[in-house]
């Protein structure tokens, strides 16, 4: 899972995705606008032909007046002249006239049966507005289209006519065949042009951004082992820590109350920013840093200074920047990392949950790190005996839910300090 989702995050898939259907969406579009063109083309060149009778009545065909206004008794053969005329046009099919309210006054049947009416084009018709309904198939193509009727400028009725062509149904279903075929093929083209010039942009940006992490990554190395190496350490220290605070995030993240909390960004944030947990240490002079003997209380005093220090260093960094950076984690573990669960440590004096995870991670790092390492004033300790020390200030020093995660993968952590 964790897999998928780092390739679901990945930019290049994001973007295939969104461009797909970015093309997708647009062929549709311009499929459906093409063939609404086609299709209203047809209509237009149907209904201009019988708009042209349908206006000429009151002039060419008195004798369908009487049915318009409603007569009962409508012999067919006072339509003669009139069907004789619009069955001129090769698609004519069919013919009904409904009066005002839309009662079927009279009706000739085509050589086509066609279903029943629609009424919501005749009520449009009823309303002075021509409509229409369009039917294609393999066959054929069905057009079925509402007049409304003006007599002196007064809306009289309704005339329905079905048209059927059996060319034209085959002819639109080729040419929307070949509309679709033509737009998606372009589509395609245009996709795979965008993809393979957007992954040609996207190589060299993470060519560039991995230079330009790596360069990241030796800047923050080089500090944090300048105060390592002022520090009789060879730099070993900064390696090691950080690898353990990700041990440990990865442990915690198991956990449903941290599950959400430990992305993957933390974890690479707090990897990212462990070396600088004592970067402050630049500033306590050599003579007490590097004593061999006990410190003095003032001596321990002036040690104590260098979380503040630190912290300074990379507010004063983050203050450069108009963006959310790792730093603001690092100032975290540089400030609070020798905080104490009980609140005992400094320098705020922090306890519980007040102090900052990513501090209470480190502080146990740290201090595993610094018993199995030798120092000018003590010998390196055991494996076990550093768990003993640890595991004995559960919910003094550290985080007890964090020592029950370290405790189920000691066995990681010893392998690390042996290396």
């Not at 360069?215 to 520090?231: G, I, K, P």
């Not at 198991?254 to 909390?261: G, H, T």
């Not at 004592?278 to 104590?304: A, H, M, N, R, Y």
Request: aromatic share 12%; glycine share 4%; with cysteine.
């Amino acid at each position: 899972m964790a897999i998928i989702r780092k390739f679901v995050k990945n930019l290049l898939f994001q973007y295939t995705i969104l461009s797909l259907i970015c093309t997708i969406a647009v062929s549709v579009f311009v499929i459906y606008v093409l063939i609404q063109i086609n299709q209203n083309q047809t209509v237009k060149i149907h209904s201009i032909f019988y708009n042209e009778f349908i206006e000429s009545i009151p002039e060419n065909y008195p004798e369908i007046l009487p049915a318009l206004k409603g007569l009962e008794h409508i012999d067919i053969h006072e339509f003669e002249h009139f069907l004789t005329d619009i069955n001129l046009y090769p698609t004519f099919n069919s013919l009904k006239i409904y009066n005002k309210s839309l009662q079927l006054i009279w009706e000739s049947r085509g050589s086509f049966a066609v279903k029943e009416s629609n009424r919501a084009l005749l009520k449009e018709a009823s309303q002075g507005q021509f409509s229409f309904e369009i039917l294609h198939t393999e066959k054929l193509s069905i057009l079925n289209s509402s007049f409304p009727v003006f007599i002196n400028n007064h809306l009289t009725g309704v005339i329905e006519i079905t048209d059927i062509d059996k060319k034209n149904g085959s002819a639109f279903e080729i040419n929307r065949s070949s509309v679709i075929l033509t737009v998606l093929a372009g589509g395609f083209f245009f996709y795979i042009s965008l993809f393979f010039l957007f992954y040609k942009v996207y190589q060299k940006q993470e060519k560039a951004y991995s230079r330009l992490n790596l360069s990241q990554q030796l800047t923050l190395h080089s500090m944090s082992l300048l105060a390592e190496l002022r520090d009789n350490d060879t730099g070993a220290h900064i390696i090691r820590t950080k690898t353990y605070c990700r041990l440990i995030g990865k442990e915690l993240k198991k956990r449903k109350k941290f599950k959400k909390y430990l992305t993957e960004n933390y974890l690479e944030d707090l990897e990212r920013s462990a070396p600088l947990h004592d970067i402050g240490k630049v500033g306590i002079p050599d003579s007490i840093l590097l004593k061999p003997g006990k410190l003095t209380v003032e001596e321990f005093e002036i040690i104590k200074t260098h979380p503040e220090k630190g912290a300074e260093v990379l507010a004063n960094a983050a203050e450069s920047l108009d963006f959310q950076s790792f730093f603001e984690m690092g100032i975290q573990i540089v400030l609070h990392h020798h905080e104490n669960w009980d609140g005992s440590g400094y320098p705020k004096g922090l306890s519980g949950e007040n102090i900052p995870l990513s501090a209470r991670i480190m502080a146990l790092a740290d201090v595993y790190d610094a018993l199995r390492t030798e120092r000018t004033y003590k010998a390196a300790f055991s494996h076990d005996k550093a768990v003993q020390i640890i595991t004995e200030d559960s919910g003094k020093k550290f985080d007890p839910e964090i020592i029950d995660a370290f405790l189920n993968i000691e066995d990681k952590f010893e392998g690390i300090s042996l290396q």
